[in-house]
């Protein structure tokens, strides 16, 4: 019988992340003067311990022994041959997917919320604000506030919170607060309320919210947390990669492609940067973010410095964006929905080492389905997009008859979101094209911006 899950036992856990800032060049986060913000200027935001993270170019960073045994719940997780979908679609190619759907929430977003949540208990911190999107991230780090004993409070995109009801039942499962954004608890919610009382949310409202509630108060001991797109997120996913080729190497195999889903880059970067690292050293890897049409930061928006939610709170990043002001249509992905893209991310994206893809709504779930009646498992909104790319990479190889190895990120189930899976068969989802004239209105936010200059890595 053909292998069809590897695992690693709990001792060959990866006991360091991989930090691809060692191997990059990127360009400074700027604050309001247009200069490069200093680590103090972040500290009313973040704790000291993860702002040193952020701007590190320590090539390997050790994971505390605290992490790791909470990491331990669901880690290692299985990295998966998908024997029945190559079956089904009759390739020559052998598809792998690690499966990141086994944390306690149901995605890889637990591998930074529990670090994070480690580092602000260690900064002496006792309440986390953050923002969600699809709910994901405010279960995954209501998850781990819980394990580390932290208040958390959850602003989230209004559309979600009526569309993912249960998402909330399991913050508060977990002893967390979720409202709905905009709320009228933040200045930056009550302005959006009064111009846009209708507004179906977005994340960069909700973090925006999210900020503001933790750098007003005045008790010191609040913190803010982000789920993605940041320096030091990227770094705690880094350990999906790091698992996957040790898992690979155990079956002799080397990934030809490499593709993940990309909201703000987070889980793509965990399974692929450690495979970039080769990449910039010689292999021959191609390296794929998957991003909705309707959202579609890397693949349409330009690389510009952009700020990283609506009320400007937050420094200008290097990355591509749709405007801090853009609202995306209410597709089901909620975890995609962001209007910009982590720099490490986006950075990779103007240099030519990665290529992003995009896919529809309708695509996404109709690969959703496929997996779902072919692997079993019933995948995210967000997975359903990569999965159709994997698809197609898959049924490419068969057209060119060549044995390509694929290796996607299966970033998380959908048995929370089942609403859009309703909507998909009784055809009541469409697509949304977003067009040109759209995309140009929604860049003038960032017109007046200073430029990203095109470094060079290699
Ligand atoms: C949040 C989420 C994503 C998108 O976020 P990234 O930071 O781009 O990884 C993708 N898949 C699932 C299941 C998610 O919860």
Redesign the pocket.
């Known amino acids: 019988m053909e292998i069809r899950k590897v695992f690693l036992t709990e001792s060959e856990i990866p006991r360091q992340w991989y930090n691809l800032l060692a191997d990059i060049k990127l360009n400074p986060p700027l604050g309001p003067d247009g200069k490069p913000v200093t680590p103090d200027m972040l500290a009313p935001v973040f704790p000291m311990n993860l702002i040193e993270q952020e701007v590190s170019s320590e090539r390997w960073i050790d994971i505390p022994e605290d992490v790791l045994k909470v990491l331990n719940i669901w880690r290692p997780s299985p990295l998966i041959r998908a024997l029945s979908l190559e079956a089904y679609l009759d390739t020559p190619a052998r598809i792998y997917y690690k499966n990141e759907s086994v944390s306690p929430p149901g ?3 637990p591998n930074t919320a529990v670090p994070q949540a480690y580092y602000n208990k260690v900064f002496g911190i006792k309440k986390i604000t953050t923002e969600t999107g ?1 709910g ?2 405010g279960s995954a780090l209501a998850f781990a506030c819980s394990q580390f004993g932290i208040e958390c409070k959850v602003f989230m995109v209004r559309v979600s919170f009526k569309q993912k009801p249960y998402r909330k039942s399991m913050m508060e499962t977990w002893g967390a607060k979720c409202v709905a954004s905009p709320s009228s608890e933040t200045k930056a919610g009550q302005d959006i309320l009064a111009t846009h009382p209708d507004t179906p949310g977005s994340l960069g409202i909700a973090i925006s919210e999210a900020i503001e509630a933790a750098v007003t108060d005045t008790s010191g001991q609040t913190r803010y947390s982000l789920g ?1 797109v940041l320096n030091h997120v990227l770094l705690h996913q880094t350990i999906i990669g790091l698992e996957a080729k040790k898992q690979m190497e155990k079956v002799g195999e080397y990934p030809d492609i490499i593709l993940g ?8 970067a965990g399974i692929s940067f450690p495979f970039v690292y080769d990449k910039i050293n010689g292999k021959d890897i191609d390296i794929y973010p998957v991003e909705p049409a309707a959202c579609p930061t890397l693949t349409r928006a330009p690389f510009v410095y952009d700020h990283g939610d609506t009320a400007r709170y937050t420094p200008l990043l290097p990355m591509h964006s749709l405007g801090h002001a853009f609202v995306p249509p209410p597709v089901h992905a909620g ?2 929905r962001y209007h910009g893209m982590a720099p490490m991310v986006s950075q990779l994206v103007a240099e030519g080492i990665i290529e992003p893809k995009a896919v529809s709504q309708l695509d996404a779930y109709a690969a959703g389905v496929v997996f779902a009646r072919t692997e079993g498992i019933i995948p ?1 909104p ?2 359903n997009h990569v999965i159709s790319s994997v698809i197609a990479e898959a049924l490419k190889a068969k057209e060119e008859g060549k044995e390509k190895v694929i290796l996607f990120n299966f ?2 189930h959908g048995l929370i979101d089942l609403v859009g899976y309703d909507k998909y068969f009784s055809k009541e989802l469409t697509n949304f094209a977003l067009s040109e004239k759209e995309i140009k209105a929604a860049e003038k936010v960032f017109e007046n911006f200073p430029k990203p200059e095109l470094l060079k890595s290699r």
């Open positions: 995605s890889h977003k699809a994901q991230w993605s889903c990309a909201g703000g880059g987070s889980n793509f975890g995609l995210a967000e997975t970033s998380g």
